[in-house]
């Protein structure tokens, strides 16, 4: 997050004054049958990315089962901050559901210092004034399944191998590019190229790598949506995948690694499962005493396994 960004964030949460939620109680009693799903993405993300859709479905089936509704929020500027905190803090929903969070985001802070129930998609990355042993998530296995990844690569006999990370302030990308150092620790930085999770932002850190390394054989991508964008441009170079390069990816997401040229190998992640299992993990946090007479939580955060799905582009 930008300096001006950070501190108009900070100033805008300052302002808010937070007091405890009165929804922040065991869930088993709830009052509203609503569920915020808080996602720190823009709108049209959801219309183009398959994963975001794929998680959401997961999430719905399990509050429908629950007799609850999902109540959609997104954050996409600095002052949407105040309007979801605000709605958040008012008593309209039971718990909250948060992913797609950036380093130091204040949205974490903001659901502990409330009070509100809250499970993460994904491992939050907490900045020094918060306590992160606090937060509950449920996350895959992204380090694993990238060193799996890479490894199968060596294992073919690839000796060049890139990475194209996602946005290094989201704990999966991080994660993903410490499972290909894992396999890999003496990598030049020549090799690594930070996108965005998006098509153009995997077509472009393509390029870069291409550019900066002729002799590239491999390229671990940390996301399928990103590793369409470099096969797309693989293919304008004129390199055969995966003669020339081969390709991996991390999703698993049918619509995308079933249909690129050639058929991604990848690494699968349960993304509808991961939704379904924080909302029943949001359910079950009915707040339970400590020895101490503390408030403590039921259930502590999980990670799914993830595995290799070999196909043709490697």
Not at 34 to 43: D, F, I, L, M
């Amino acid at each position: 997050m930008r300096a001006a960004v950070a501190e108009r964030v900070r100033t805008v949460v300052a302002e808010l004054g937070y007091v405890p939620n009165q929804a922040a109680r065991s869930l088993v009693t709830r009052r509203n049958n609503a569920v915020a799903v808080v996602v720190t993405e823009p709108q049209n993300r959801l219309f183009v990315d398959p994963y975001f859709d794929c998680h959401l479905r997961g999430i719905r089936q399990e509050l429908v089962q629950q007799g609850a509704q999902p109540v959609l929020l997104f954050i996409e500027e600095p002052d949407d901050y105040p309007r979801v905190g605000n709605f958040l803090g008012g008593g309209h929903v039971d718990g909250a559901l948060l992913f797609s969070l950036r380093a130091d985001d204040p949205l974490p802070g903001m659901v502990e210092q409330m009070g509100l129930p809250a499970v993460f998609g994904g491992r939050p990355v907490i900045g020094s004034g918060h306590r992160s042993h606090g937060y509950t998530y449920v996350d895959a296995d992204n380090r694993g399944g990238a060193r799996e990844a890479v490894r199968y690569l060596t294992s073919r006999g690839r000796r060049h191998i890139g990475s194209i990370t996602g946005p290094l302030n989201q704990a999966s990308a991080i994660d993903r590019l410490e499972g290909y150092r894992d396999v890999l620790p003496d990598a030049p930085p020549r090799l690594i190229a930070e996108g965005d999770f998006t098509l153009q932002g995997g077509a472009d850190a393509m390029t870069l790598l291409l550019d900066r390394c002729p002799d590239l054989d491999a390229v671990f991508v940390a996301s399928d949506l990103m590793a369409s964008g470099a096969l797309r441009v693989l293919r304008e170079r004129g390199r055969s995948v995966p003669a020339d390069v081969a390709v991996v990816g991390f999703d698993d997401l049918a619509p995308i690694a079933e249909a690129t040229s050639p058929p991604l190998t990848t690494v699968h992640q349960d993304i509808e499962g991961m939704g379904r299992l924080m909302a029943r993990v949001l359910f079950n946090r009915a707040p339970e005493k400590s020895p101490s007479g503390d408030s403590g939580h039921s259930l502590s955060s999980m990670v799914t396994p993830t595995r290799l799905v070999v196909r043709a582009s490697a």
